[in-house]
């Protein structure tokens, strides 16, 4: 504390030291400069010129391996236009993003994988809507059912990025040779064949619900996509929108269907343990059971490719990949349960505007699905850029136009509900809770 | 005197060595030999967790996973490998912890020093000069202990990046920093934060200290800056160092300021707020947790060791009636 | 593998720039307060003379220069405090009565819905359990280590072990709980209380999923963490104890335990309140370690970790708040009894 007894002494070096920071400080000038802007590789970036060393700040949930992807996938556009990216990805997104735009710190783009969060801050009046170019674009080029899921009270505010598709079983193709199973279509032989595996001593199913702070979520994917299958998508719409009460009766039903696997001890947990154990073990470790024997089956999202172990193939004849979880009323279609994210804007910068156009174009999807692990329902991706089998499954199905896709509907309702009780509730109801109790208690967090 | 809050006696007085105090006569009617072995097997309990982190830290990534941190002792098999990974790692999927210790430097230092200088003032103030209503605005910052720091952190965000107006009349221009800079907000976000129980503590110990020695000096002509400086401050140094060990834990563990102020970045963000993310991302990956969980317990653990003396004879002295 | 040190230079000048500024803060401030009373001392000396030799009234005294001393002393706390503080409680309260997006006034609604949603019932429940529990274990554990520990040999050794998960975040303390906690079901266990349990013949069992077991069990950590705490406290506390009281009592005959309750309770009693007060508002604001370790599930979620929820991540920050305003509510008895002392004090 010699500082305090010396106040004189101390503030004129101080303010000495100070003045001679602060001059070398000024001297360092940022100026960078596009130099490839007129080479051929950049014509394609034509349209977006005249922003250069302006910064556009992009903010995500996306992060480490798939982060570096992400940034070298806009490389090209950065060098040729001159635009800064300053990309930032966190675990905390969805609880950092709204302190941030309450905050008045907002980024400039971020992308955001629940709709109902767009529609949040639509309400709220902080996006921005789309400009003209960046419309024209993603009305060209996305398909008008994931715009819809973009569009709040009829302005488009979300441009529709990365996909992925949910409704998919991993299984390990080696494992099925060798025993002689088959890969069922229908529920009823997903069922017989559970039992059959059941029967020669292994638990036919693996899962998992823990992630952190989203813990449950994976047991939600599981509800969506068995009630798409026996209410149908008319039903499905109603229920996220809540039209019927989340405790419809065709609600109870699917989720008690669900539990003939999800809560039946002779079926899971492989690798793990009893059904309780699914509450506890990571959903970026439940499948991995699959490839080493311990489980037969583990349904989850395409994206669940890159948790395995490296040195897995995953391919229709490898060690591990995913059939389409199967219809159960052939009636109602075959349906497909997705997600994925949506591009908005807090500001309408010229600069910010064009990288949004960007994203939205030909040029990104396919620069983007050439570094592999990533797939959208852009129509201009070139399904030959797509390198990894599941991927180019994944596209197949997104743009097949006999199915009919939904979105996560835990993305959709509001937050409250889809991040909270709804995600809360399954973990009880894994843990021994019933059906109609948890489900009540769900309907009756439903903010009014 | 009957006081429930502190007096200065203990901070001064010899500790130990007195061969029969209070507690000395209760144990003696326990072995005393049973009294030790009693005590060094709790703290030996005690550091049982820490140390299953540790040994697990040092142990390959399958055997983390596989079997317990036990077992290495009977079958060992030790790496440095989780450290090198996190440490080094230049991938942006492991570590590179080195940049964010750096960070978690820059942002600790000086958000030890502004609130314990501010508070000081302050507990002097309000022990010691004579203004109206000085009692209840003691009361009312040591009740602000309670405002959660979360609900806070927006309204502080967006003084920084809106600053202040008043009826269209701008009376703080926003701040707009950017990289580095954002350190700033940092530090004034943890010197809010830890004003309060900083001025209890110290008014704790100030308020004690012998009033004859103030009204000599006030009888000399000594103004209040000067006697804050040349008596007060001298004699509590040690309670400064104390706060100061506070503080610095405080700060150098804390997740959730730095996340909001600093950014995610690899610019600003901390040691906690990467390791956070690497629990987030890499789920159950035990291998890296343990050994980023160890290096950032690492730093604090070593100032609190060296300091201990410090910290232990400051809040004594703040808190104890002699 | 390799790390460049030159892209650490911005950082480390911010630093220095922070430190400077430091010094150029309090220096400044200190500075100020020794100029400025200088001359307003020379100007009233000028005053006096001029009154004195005008034969006009004397100008008030002392006073208001105390009052200005104050101001300049409190002045960047109360600024500080206003700004970090203040301005987010009032907020606070104020979003309190609007509905989740704050546009429109709900009156009580939000605390309506605090005491009639089962769910939000039993956070404040819990929240009771901890506000109980906590500081009441680990200042009666930290008393018994510190009269335990007295004067043992490897005091010290002792004594910083047990200080040592202060030192540890909350955070990492939850991470190093939860490997204790873990839980498989097949193969081997890597969690120590399920090995301890499956060596003693008993089921490996998923700690963390059965209330009201696990809040006792998250408490476990809280009390591991602040138990140190308590018993550096005190123990310093015994050791101040002055010898010639304890050596009076002794003569008169007086047995060990009442020693404890008559000598011992009475001298530290100011070291326990200190202790006590410090750990209930550390346990009211009890936030990571929930968190970390069930994220609120199971029946484990506290005000704290539902306020972050409600406000943050449901959008809901009217019910976010009149949790946070709850809180406010929950410490006023702490802050009564700090009311009396000061007054206490005073008399005194």
């Known amino acids: 504390m010699a500082v305090f007894t010396r106040p004189r002494q101390a503030f004129v070096i101080a303010g000495a030291l100070g003045l001679a920071l602060s001059a070398t400080a000024c001297g360092t000038g940022d100026d960078k400069k596009s130099d490839k802007a007129g080479s051929a590789e950049c014509a394609a970036y034509e349209k977006y010129q005249g922003n250069d060393g302006k910064k556009v700040s992009i903010y995500a949930s996306i992060r480490d391996a798939e982060a570096d992807l992400l940034e070298r996938s806009w490389s090209q556009f950065t060098d040729c236009t001159g635009i800064e990216i300053a990309y930032e990805g966190s675990g905390e997104f969805e609880a950092q993003l709204p302190v941030r735009v309450d905050g008045g710190n907002a980024p400039d783009i971020a992308f955001v994988p629940q709709p109902g969060l767009v529609k949040r801050f639509a309400d709220a009046g902080k996006l921005k809507s789309l400009g003209a170019d960046t419309k024209a674009m993603a009305e060209q080029n996305m398909p008008a059912d994931w715009l819809k899921y973009g569009t709040v009270n009829g302005t488009l505010y979300g441009v529709p990025l990365g996909a992925n598709v949910k409704s998919f079983v991993w299984y390990s193709p080696k494992t099925f040779k060798e025993k002689g199973w088959e890969v069922p279509t229908s529920w009823d032989q997903l069922i017989a064949l559970s039992d059959k595996i059941a029967a020669s001593g292994m638990k036919p199913w693996c899962a998992g619900v823990e992630s952190g702070d989203a813990t449950g979520w994976p047991a939600t994917d599981w509800i969506e996509d068995v009630l798409l299958r026996t209410a149908g998508a008319e039903v499905y719409d109603q229920w996220t929108t809540h039209a019927i009460p989340f405790n419809d009766p065709r609600v109870v039903e699917a989720v008690d269907r669900a539990g003939t696997i999800l809560k039946n001890e002779k079926y899971v947990n492989g690798g793990f343990g009893g059904v309780k154990s699914i509450t506890t073990t990571a959903f970026q470790e439940a499948g991995l059971p699959v490839v080493n024997g311990k489980c037969a089956m583990h349904r989850q999202a395409s994206f669940y490719a890159n948790q395995f172990p490296e040195g897995t193939k995953v391919a229709e004849d490898g060690d591990a990949f995913a059939f389409y979880f199967p219809a159960i009323d052939a009636a109602k279609g075959k349906p497909v349960l997705g997600a994925g994210e949506f591009v908005v804007a807090y500001a309408d910068r010229p600069e910010v505007q064009a990288v949004q156009t960007y994203l939205a174009s030909a040029e990104y999807v396919n620069s983007r699905a050439k570094l592999g692990n990533w797939v959208t329902a852009n129509n201009k991706l070139d399904i030959a850029n797509v390198a990894s089998p599941i991927d180019k499954l994944s596209v197949q199905i997104l743009q097949d136009k006999s199915g009919t896709f939904r979105f996560d509907g835990s993305d959709l309702m509001p937050a409250a509900v889809g991040a909270g009780t709804f995600w809360k509730g399954m973990v009880d109801w894994i843990n021994g809770k019933d059906t109609a109790t948890v489900l009540q208690g769900i309907e009756s967090s439903w903010p009014k | 005197m009957t006081t429930a809050t502190p007096t200065v006696a203990a901070g001064t007085q010899k500790t130990g060595g007195t061969p029969s105090t209070a507690a000395g006569r209760v144990r003696k009617r326990l072995n005393s030999r049973t009294a030790t072995l009693v005590s060094i097997v709790i703290a030996v309990v005690w550091t049982i967790p820490t140390f299953g982190l540790f040994v697990s830290s040092l142990r390959p990534e399958d055997e983390i996973k596989t079997t317990g941190w036990w077992t290495a002792f009977t079958n060992p098999q030790f790496t440095l490998e989780n450290y090198q990974q996190v440490l080094f790692g230049q991938s942006s999927s492991s570590g590179q912890l080195a940049g964010y210790f750096i960070n978690s430097l820059a942002i600790t230092i000086p958000s030890v020093l502004f609130p314990i200088a501010f508070a000081c003032l302050a507990a002097y103030a309000l022990a010691w000069i004579n203004f109206r209503g000085r009692d209840w605005l003691y009361i009312a910052i040591f009740a602000l202990q309670i405002v959660p720091l979360q609900m806070a952190l927006v309204p502080l965000l967006r003084f920084f990046s809106t600053g202040v107006s008043v009826g269209g009349i701008t009376l703080m221009p926003a701040w707009d920093l950017v990289d580095e800079q954002k350190f700033a907000q940092v530090w004034f976000a943890h010197t809010c934060f830890a004003l309060p129980f900083a001025v209890f503590l110290l008014h704790n110990f100030i308020s004690q200290l012998p009033g004859d020695l103030m009204e000599a000096a006030r009888v000399d002509g000594a103004t209040h800056p000067k006697i804050f400086r040349t008596i007060v401050l001298p004699l509590i140094t040690p309670a400064l160092a104390a706060i100061g060990i506070f503080q610095f834990l405080w700060v150098w563990n804390d997740l959730l300021v730095a996340l909001i102020f600093a950014g995610g970045s690899d610019e600003t963000a901390p040691l906690t707020v990467r390791l956070a993310e690497m629990a987030g991302t890499r789920g159950n990956e035990w291998q890296r947790l343990t050994a980023g969980a160890f290096v950032s317990i690492v730093v604090p653990l070593i100032v609190f060791l060296s300091l201990q003396r410090f910290f232990v004879r400051g809040l004594l002295a703040g808190s104890v009636k002699g | ?348």
């Open chain 3, 1 to 348: 593998m390799e790390f460049d040190f030159a892209d650490q230079q911005p950082k480390l000048l911010m630093l220095m720039y922070g430190l400077i500024a430091f010094v150029v803060v309090v220096g400044g401030l200190l500075l100020l307060l020794d100029v400025v009373p200088a001359q307003f001392a020379r100007r009233r000396e000028a005053q006096l003379v001029a009154a004195s030799v005008g034969g006009g009234p004397l100008p008030r005294r002392r006073k208001q220069r105390e009052g200005l001393f104050a101001f300049f002393f409190l002045l960047p706390t109360l600024l500080l405090l206003t700004i970090g503080l203040v301005v987010p409680a009032i907020r606070t309260v104020l979003l309190s009565l609007m509905d989740g997006s704050s546009t429109n006034w709900v009156g009580l609604r939000n605390y309506g819905w605090m005491f009639s949603e089962d769910s939000i019932v039993r956070v404040l429940i819990n929240t009771l359990i901890w506000v109980l529990l906590v500081p009441l274990v680990a200042t009666t554990f930290g008393l018994i280590y510190a009269v335990l520990v007295d004067k043992v040999r490897f005091e010290a050794v002792a004594k910083s072990l047990v200080f040592l998960p202060m030192a540890i975040s909350f955070v990492g303390a939850s991470i190093i709980w939860k490997f204790v906690y873990a839980f498989r079901g097949v193969g081997d266990q890597i969690g120590l209380l399920n090995q301890i349990v499956v060596s003693l013949g008993g089921e490996p069992k998923q700690w963390l999923l059965n209330s009201p077991l696990n809040t006792l069990l998250l408490i476990v950590i809280m009390v591991w963490i602040q138990a140190g705490f308590a018993m550096v406290i005190l123990s310093a506390a015994i050791k101040a104890i002055p010898g010639d009281i304890v050596e009076a009592a002794r003569l008169d005959g007086v047995s060990p335990w009442q020693m404890f309750w008559r000598i011992t309770m009475p001298s530290i009693r100011p070291a326990l309140i200190v202790v006590v007060v410090t750990i209930s508002i550390a346990t009211l604001k009890v936030f990571d370690i929930v968190r970390t370790a069930t994220n609120g599930n199971y029946d484990t979620s506290v005000i704290a970790t539902d306020m972050y929820n409600q406000a943050f991540r449901y959008g809901q920050s009217g019910r976010g708040s009149a949790l946070a305003v709850f809180l406010f509510i929950l410490v006023i008895p702490i802050v009564i009894y700090q009311v009396r002392n000061l007054r206490q004090q005073r008399e005194g």
